[in-house]
């Protein structure tokens, strides 16, 4: 990827900025060739990736250097975009917003620094992967359990902050988060929660400050850059059960929701509950045309022949229960009582006991793998995928609601319907997976007009999206446009009082700083 | 490692798929569990020490060990091509060079992203690339 400047920056400045950072960090770990760019891209990009392109990558390796980085940046104004392990794919992976930003790679900061096996949580800097937890739990036999989304190729630190997703009782990633260490935009650092006090013993116990809480203004955010982070894990339970069972039709995720969420709420089922439809399952057992050979959406009638000779159900409902066996049998009885009463088909019941294997394939045994990225192969080519992803709330009134909208319009756009919901409380997050083939320009096109008339007619219904991917951070900014878009008006009055000259993560979730402003791209779609 | 790597196939439902398709009787299902990454090798990484087998085990084992997203596209690709499956494993192939594997990692290919300097450094991929190619440039 060739060079593109950061705005505002000469060829001249910006050589003289990387010469500056190459004195903090070390020739080698200023990442600036075509090559290191490329190397930074979107590679699920939905077009050209040169749309969001970096002018290169700045790797610290040590909380000093971070914030003699940040100093630079200021004084060069090279814009800096952060990320842990940058591997957000289907939302950017670790390419900027602002064209032409720096990556702040913190990769390199990979230490766990340290484990509690009595209150349950760990301190990780930004670098670590969920593997390298993993294993790293394991090789002090903790006991402890994590939370881990579907592709666990990135980092712990990365993906709890832009409210990642797990399927475990802690699968609200960024909810358990506690205290961090942050470097100011001004290159300052500070800690929050109890960790405010030098050598406090709570700093990642209590999740408030004394006075306002800062923790979540550092998650899907450029306030800060995150430099170490509390994070509480589950006790490895004694057993688990894994409760499943396919249900026939597309409209049976109503009742299924309204027999999860009560249990949810109640505390019967724990878990972030996954339910996703067939094509969930089948992208992992080939590719598109080893099941359907022409363009344009499978037919229902396929769709059908393809339930049946797979043994699938249009959804796939796990639940799974942790705990000592007397109770996760007794919560197992209720959660069956709950199902008979919509429907006949029975449970079938897998026992996990502590010291026997774990299903990789799993993410609700909280054990990392990257298999879900098999899915990159579904489509044939250089095949990528998006994700849109509104938040529900948790009965069938809004879930059939948001299923049958999103449905017909992905089938309007001639697109096979691949969605999933996750119940992680009184909401779910429904994922809806577009998949293409990067090089198919047209295909391209389709997807990112589905998407735009996506964000459009849900935010008409009256939901909006957790997360995106770059190219609608503005527009899915503006569908929360209460009192003209008060609260990003909010986050922006922050941002500038705290980033005057708007170096880090400009853009980020639709929030800009004044310096970069006129980048927003307000009002209009891609 | 010869008897993972046909564990792995064994497990994966999509190669199931593979042996539906080729009208033979589905093997029976087993469990794809953890394969433990040897530990980042010590020291410099710009100037690294370590093996290309344990670096290898590392930096690429969260796709590349048995059960792994690589080992397993890989797999149902070496079959259409008429090989055994355990050659999913690149660490049981005989036909990578250096120079190839290199390219691949820097540039990507298909389902496989490209891998920046921080995930492998320069000095980690050439002990990776010897290691894999065997010698072979
Ligand atoms: C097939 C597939 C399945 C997936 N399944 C899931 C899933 O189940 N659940 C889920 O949540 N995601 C899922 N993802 C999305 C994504 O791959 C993961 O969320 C991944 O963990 C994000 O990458 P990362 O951890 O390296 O984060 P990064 O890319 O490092 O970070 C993400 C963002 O967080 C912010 N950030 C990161 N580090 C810092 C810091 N130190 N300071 C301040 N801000 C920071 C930045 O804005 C950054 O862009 C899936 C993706 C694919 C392709």
Redesign the pocket.
């Known amino acids: 990827m060739k060079r593109v400047l950061p705005p505002n920056l000469t060829d001249r400045e910006f050589d003289l900025a990387l010469k500056a950072f190459a004195k903090v960090v070390g020739e080698d770990w200023v990442l600036a060739s075509d090559q290191d760019r490329s190397t930074y891209a979107d590679i ?1 990009a939905p077009g050209p990736e040169d749309q969001w392109p970096p002018s290169g990558a700045i790797a610290p390796g040590s909380v000093a250097e971070v914030q003699e980085v940040v100093r630079i940046a200021n004084r060069f104004k090279t814009p800096l ?14 390419a900027p917003r602002l064209p032409g930003a720096l990556v702040l790679d ?1 990769g390199r900061m990979n230490k766990v620094q340290h484990v509690d096996t009595e209150l349950g949580y760990c301190v990780v800097e ?1 670098g670590v ?2 593997f390298d937890l993993y294993e790293h739990l394991e090789r002090m036999n903790a006991n402890l359990m994590m939370s881990v ?11 709890a ?7 475990t009782p802690y699968g609200l ?1 960024a909810r358990h988060i506690c205290g961090m260490e ?1 470097v100011m935009p001004d290159g300052g650092l500070m800690r929050t929660g109890m960790g405010a006090m030098e050598g406090n013993h709570s700093a990642h116990l209590f999740p408030f400050n004394y006075g306002p809480s800062w923790d979540q203004m ?5 306030l ?4 170490s982070m509390g994070l509480w894990l589950m006790p490895q339970p004694e057993t688990s059960l894994l409760l499943s069972m396919s249900v026939p039709n597309e409209e049976d995720i109503g009742w299924v929701i309204d027999t999860l969420t009560p249990l949810k709420i109640q505390g019967v089922i724990e878990q972030s509950i996954f339910v996703p439809s067939w094509l969930g399952k089948v992208v992992l057992m080939g590719t598109r045309k080893d099941f359907w050979d022409k363009p344009g959406r499978m037919p229902d009638w396929r769709v059908q022949e393809i339930l049946k000779q797979n043994k699938l159900g249009f959804w796939t409902v796990g639940v799974r229960l942790y705990g000592d066996e007397a109770v996760v049998r007794a919560k197992a009885d209720v959660v069956k009582r709950a199902f008979k009463r919509s429907t006949d088909i029975p449970m079938e019941e897998s026992w996990w006991r502590q010291g026997e294997p774990v299903d990789v394939m799993d ?1 609700s045994n909280g054990v990392p793998s990257a298999v ?2 098999q ?2 192969d579904w489509v044939g080519g250089r095949s990528a ?1 998006l ?1 849109f992803s509104p938040v529900v709330p948790a009965t069938s009134k809004h879930v059939l609601g948001q299923m049958r909208r999103s449905k017909k319009l992905i089938e309007d756009y001639d697109l096979d319907f691949y969605a999933s919901f996750t119940i992680g409380g009184r909401f779910c997050n429904n994922i809806n997976m577009l998949m293409y083939d990067r090089d198919d320009a047209d295909g391209v096109r389709k997807v990112k007009a589905l998407f735009d008339e996506l964000i459009d007619v849900t935010r008409k219904a009256g939901y909006g999206e957790y ?1 995106t991917h770059l190219n609608w951070m503005d527009p899915v900014a503006e569908t929360f446009d209460f009192n003209d878009n008060a609260m990003t008006r909010y986050t922006e009055v922050i941002k500038d009082a705290l980033d005057p000259n708007g170096i880090l ?1 400009p853009g ?1 979730m639709g929030v800009w700083p004044a310096a970069y402003r006129e980048h927003a791209q307000r009002g209009k779609h891609s | 490692m010869k008897r993972l790597s046909v564990i792995v196939l064994v497990v994966t439902a999509f190669a199931q798929n593979v042996f539906a398709e080729e009208g033979a009787a589905p093997p029976p299902m087993m469990m794809p569990t953890y394969q433990m990454r040897a530990p980042l090798p010590e020291g410099d990484r710009l100037e690294t020490t370590g093996s290309g087998e344990e670096l290898f085990s590392n930096r690429c084992g969260s796709c590349h060990l048995p059960f792994g997203m690589g080992t397993n596209v890989l797999t149902v690709q070496r079959l259409a091509l008429g090989e055994p499956p355990e050659m999913g494993l690149l660490t049981n192939r005989e036909d990578l060079g250096a120079a190839y594997v290199k390219a691949v990692v820097r540039n990507g290919k298909v389902g496989m992203p490209r891998l920046n300097r921080v995930e492998v450094t320069d000095s980690e991929l050439e002990r990776i690339a010897d290691f894999l190619g065997r010698g072979k440039p």
């Open positions: 699920y975009w952060t990320v842990s392990r940058g591997k957000n794919l289907g939302y950017g992976a670790a913190l930004p992967s969920f989304p579907g592709n666990a190729w990135g980092s712990v630190m990365g993906n902050l832009d409210h990642g997703v797990g399927y990633n942050v550092f998650s899907q955010s450029n800060g850059v995150v430099t993410p879900a990225l899915m990159g995928h994700g997360r993560s980020k």
